[in-house]
């Protein structure tokens, strides 16, 4: 059983940046995988300029290194272009990654999502291909935003606020492998319901399964234990913006979202960790100063248990806490032990008068949490 565990800056002092901090700033999109032959972490992020909004949406990067030594860390350029947003990562084993992304390349605005595989031993790598999609008639075609918006229309959501200006955000949610050999992903969009997805090649082609009736802004991320479905994601509020919910039926029908209590608008996370539901996200802190209210909660992350049917009720298992900013976290478990990617956001935090110079994030940064069940 997992235990109360508070954890602040001591902690997170451990950590260690893995990009320049400088010319390589933005932690948009940051998601992690680790190979465990080799030992290897693998990290997959935007790149942006120095004081830029830090969502460059021109490029993306990945960088790799050992688990045992973070400073000893290699880059390569996975994409790059005048759209090119949304990173998400899986491992193949044997040292190679296989990254996706989205490109919007079309003067109709819809986009592409494709994907490359990396080799770290042979360092290469392939050309970028189209993820394909599956229908329910058994056709394969490219996966695009208007694939998706279809399935949405074809199944009764019919909500005007579709837009496709607005990206496909694959790396709102983490891809994950099932215990049934599956792997499982969403994909949510600017304020829209979201589609949940599975494939067996590698997410090559996925299939949509599920429909998650809730409209989410940007990200949702579920896991499955237990024989269900949990469920996290973004609303458009300001505060208690997370939500918490549940399905019994792979997804055919959901409980009652249950708002989770001072949290506050960023990328949620969800992980089954340890035979329990770790549910983690940003919340509002009071004692981080007199800064803008986005702001206010993207010095602080907790951690709780999602085991009860009301999460209000479970054990907090850690709360970080960092005044140069924790944003977008990934969370990464690597033989029992918790390692988390996060943005440091010091720029963002001085944001002011809407000045976007100073509204981007700062560095990508790397931390072992180690067992949280101790």
């Known amino acids: 059983m997992i235990r109360r565990k508070r954890s602040n800056s001591p902690i997170l002092d451990t950590s260690v940046q893995i990009n320049d901090g400088f010319d390589q700033t933005s932690g948009d999109g940051i998601n992690m995988a680790f190979d465990s032959k080799y030992g290897i972490m693998f990290c997959l992020y ?3 300029e120095h004081g830029s909004y830090g969502e460059s949406r021109g490029r993306i990067c990945l960088t790799y290194f050992p688990a045992s030594q973070p400073t000893n ?6 994409a790059r272009g005048d759209m090119v947003y949304v990173p998400q990562i899986i491992s193949l084993g044997d040292g190679k990654v296989r990254a996706f992304y989205e490109r919007n390349s079309r003067a109709d605005c819809d986009h592409f999502l494709c994907y490359r595989d990396f080799d770290y031993l042979a360092e290469t790598l392939t050309e970028e291909r189209h993820m394909l999609y599956r229908s329910e008639d058994g056709s394969i075609v490219p996966l695009t935003q208007s694939v998706q918006f279809a399935y949405l229309e074809a199944h009764g959501y019919h909500n005007h606020t579709y837009k496709c200006s607005e990206q496909i955000n694959i790396g709102g949610c983490t891809i994950f492998r099932g215990d049934d050999g599956w792997l499982y992903g969403a994909l949510p969009t600017f304020l829209s319901e ?13 299939e949509f399964f599920a429909i998650c009736p809730e409209v989410a802004q940007y990200e949702l991320d579920y896991k499955f234990l237990g024989g269900k479905l949990h469920a996290i994601y973004r609303t458009e509020d300001a505060v208690d913006s997370i939500c918490y919910i549940t399905s019994d039926d792979m997804g055919k029908t959901w409980s009652r979202p249950i708002r989770l209590k001072s949290s506050i608008t960023c990328r949620p996370r969800i992980l089954a960790y340890a035979g329990h539901i770790l549910l983690a996200y940003n919340y509002l ?3 981080t100063g007199n800064r803008p209210e986005i702001q206010q909660g993207r010095t602080s992350v907790r951690m709780l248990l999602g085991d009860n049917p009301d999460p209000h009720d479970n054990v907090v298992v850690a709360e970080l806490y960092s005044k140069c900013g924790i944003v977008n976290i990934c969370l990464c478990d690597v033989m029992g032990d918790l390692y988390m990617g996060y943005s440091t956001s010091e720029l963002a935090l001085e944001y002011h008068n809407g000045n976007p110079k100073v509204r981007g994030k700062d560095a990508v940064r790397y931390v072992k949490l ?5």
């Open 46 to 48: 935007m790149p942006g």
């Open 285 to 287: 802190n009071n004692d």
């Open 194 to 206: 979201v589609i949940l997805y599975r494939s067996c090649d590698n997410l090559a082609t996925v």
């Open 73 to 78: 860390t290699r880059t390569v350029e996975i």
């Open 370 to 374: 180690g067992d949280l069940s101790l």
